[in-house]
Structure formats: structure tokens, C-alpha cells
């Protein structure tokens, strides 16, 4: 984990200081958060056990969450089984002004997680090459903004391309079968598909990468701490 510099782990962990001593009336009996593969701030959190020490002397727990996507993280915050979702900063801006009661507490990395991937056989080498092709895509995720923003840069929309909707690790298959032409791919998938499959990133630009954030529900009833009276 040297990669991960320790401003990242320390923002993220700032999580259990909102759960901190002096507002322990107000405390939960367990928070619920994410992790997902593409974000290695949130595996080193819970492999280490950072949030599970610092909360313990409250008597908190910590349940940990596996999201397979930024869309799927803010959904699972916007149906509360989630009390923190990180996700793409722009996801959440999308999420957001498409009515998802949700607010970014924190900006803690900004990774390059996604490219445009094309097949090892495949002949398209530029964004051009894209028009009129198949792009698997996740939908509201920061690859398929990367992919929006990308096509602008060449003149072109997602109009111009035929939009497969899949989760990302379904996108990658299709890119394997030969069921799309290209894939808006999320990494470590998108790593996986370079090596084992022999798939070219053929258009990467870290610039069009948004900050990965961590939202909370606006306006969360929080529950309240253990006790003998059930309702």
C-alpha cells in the first residue's frame, strides 16, 4: 500500500472523528460504509482495521459494504444501507442534481481508475475510431463521464457511439466475448483485461478523471445506541 499517501487514509478515516467522544449521546450502534476494488484507500482501511480501533471504545461496530460501482454505492446511501458511500466526485454532482438527498463531506484521492479499452485484435485506435460503435459504459459512474467528455474532445456525443449499459465487471466481459467494441473500463478490472486478456488502453487522460469523495445521506435519521428496549 506505499502508493496510497497517508492524506488519503487519513481523510477517509475521518469518518469515526464525526463518531468521536463529545457526541456520544448522539451515537450510533454500528456506521456502515463501502469498499470496492477500485478504491484502494477503502481496502487499506479495512484490512487494517483503522475505523474498527477508533470507534471501538464508543462501543461502535463497522460494517463494511462491498459496492461494485460509484452508481451503486450512492444508491445503496440514497436507500440508507449505507451511512457513508464513496464514490466518483462527479457521480455524486449527477446523483445529486438527478434528486439523491446526498452531500460530500470529504475529497480524499484522485486516481487514474479509468480509460477507454478496446480488444487485443481490435482496430480502433483513436476516440474517431468510435463512431458508430459499441461501448459497454456504467452509467453516472466517473468512467462514463470520462467517455462523455472524452467524444467532446473529438467533436463527437454519446449519440454518436451505441451505449451498452453494464456494471463494469460485466462490461469487461462483454469486451472479452466480442460483444462490444470498446469498454469504458474501471481499473483494477481494466488492468486485469491488460494482462490477462491483452486489451489496449487506447485512450487514457488523467485530466478527465474526477476526485474520489465521500458522501453521506443530507438529511440521515441516525440510530441510536444499543440498549435492552427494542421497538
Same mark, same amino acid.
Given at each position: 500500500?506505499?502508493?496510497?499517501? /497517508?492524506?488519503?487514509?487519513? +481523510?477517509?478515516?475521518?469518518?469515526?472523528?464525526?463518531?468521536?467522544?463529545?457526541?456520544?449521546? $448522539? $451515537?450510533?450502534?454500528?456506521?456502515? @460504509?463501502?469498499?470496492?476494488?477500485? +478504491?484502494?484507500?477503502?481496502? $487499506?482501511?479495512? *484490512?487494517?482495521?483503522?475505523?474498527? !480501533? &477508533?470507534?471501538?471504545? *464508543?462501543?461502535?461496530?463497522?460494517?463494511?459494504?462491498?459496492?461494485?460501482?460509484?452508481?451503486?454505492?450512492? *444508491?445503496? @446511501?440514497?436507500?440508507?444501507?449505507?451511512?457513508?458511500?464513496?464514490?466518483? +466526485?462527479?457521480?455524486?454532482?449527477?446523483?445529486? =442534481?438527478?434528486?439523491?438527498?446526498?452531500?460530500?463531506?470529504?475529497?480524499?484521492?484522485? #486516481?487514474?481508475?479509468?480509460?477507454?479499452? $478496446?480488444?487485443?485484435?481490435?482496430?480502433?485506435?483513436?476516440?474517431?475510431?468510435?463512431?458508430?460503435? /459499441?461501448?459497454?459504459?456504467?452509467?453516472? %459512474?466517473?468512467?462514463?463521464?470520462?467517455?462523455? /467528455?472524452?467524444? #467532446?474532445?473529438?467533436?463527437?456525443?454519446?449519440?454518436?457511439? !451505441?451505449?451498452?449499459?453494464?456494471?463494469?465487471?460485466?462490461?469487461?466481459?462483454?469486451?472479452?466475448?466480442?460483444?462490444?467494441? &470498446?469498454?469504458?473500463? @474501471?481499473?483494477?478490472?481494466?488492468?486485469? &483485461?491488460? @494482462?490477462?486478456?491483452?486489451?489496449?488502453?487506447?485512450? /487514457?487522460?488523467?485530466?478527465?478523471?474526477?476526485?474520489?469523495?465521500?458522501? =453521506?445521506?443530507?438529511?440521515?435519521?441516525?440510530? %441510536?445506541?444499543?440498549?435492552?428496549?427494542?421497538?
Amino acid at each position: 500500500m506505499a502508493f496510497l499517501s /497517508r492524506r488519503s487514509l487519513l +481523510s477517509f478515516a475521518a469518518v469515526a472523528m464525526l463518531l468521536a467522544p463529545g457526541i456520544a449521546s $448522539a $451515537a450510533p450502534s454500528e456506521v456502515r @460504509l463501502d469498499w470496492a476494488t477500485y +478504491s484502494p484507500v477503502s481496502i $487499506a482501511l479495512k *484490512e487494517k482495521g483503522f475505523l474498527e !480501533k &477508533a470507534l471501538k471504545p *464508543e462501543g461502535i461496530s463497522v460494517v463494511w459494504v462491498q459496492s461494485l460501482g460509484s452508481n451503486k454505492a450512492l *444508491e445503496f @446511501l440514497n436507500a440508507g444501507s449505507l451511512d457513508f458511500g464513496s464514490s466518483a +466526485s462527479a457521480a455524486a454532482l449527477i446523483a445529486r =442534481v438527478n434528486g439523491n438527498p446526498i452531500k460530500s463531506v470529504s475529497i480524499y484521492s484522485k #486516481a487514474e481508475w479509468t480509460a477507454l479499452v $478496446a480488444g487485443a485484435e481490435s482496430p480502433i485506435k483513436s476516440l474517431a475510431d468510435l463512431k458508430g460503435k /459499441r461501448v459497454a459504459v456504467t452509467r453516472g %459512474t466517473d468512467p462514463h463521464i470520462f467517455l462523455v /467528455r472524452a467524444l #467532446a474532445r473529438e467533436g463527437l456525443s454519446d449519440k454518436d457511439v !451505441k451505449l451498452v449499459l453494464l456494471q463494469h465487471a460485466d462490461g469487461r466481459l462483454a469486451l472479452q466475448r466480442g460483444d462490444v467494441d &470498446a469498454w469504458a473500463g @474501471l481499473d483494477p478490472m481494466m488492468a486485469s &483485461a491488460e @494482462l490477462q486478456d491483452g486489451a489496449k488502453l487506447f485512450y /487514457r487522460d488523467p485530466s478527465l478523471n474526477s476526485w474520489g469523495a465521500l458522501n =453521506v445521506r443530507e438529511a440521515s435519521p441516525r440510530r %441510536t445506541r444499543r440498549s435492552s428496549t427494542r421497538c
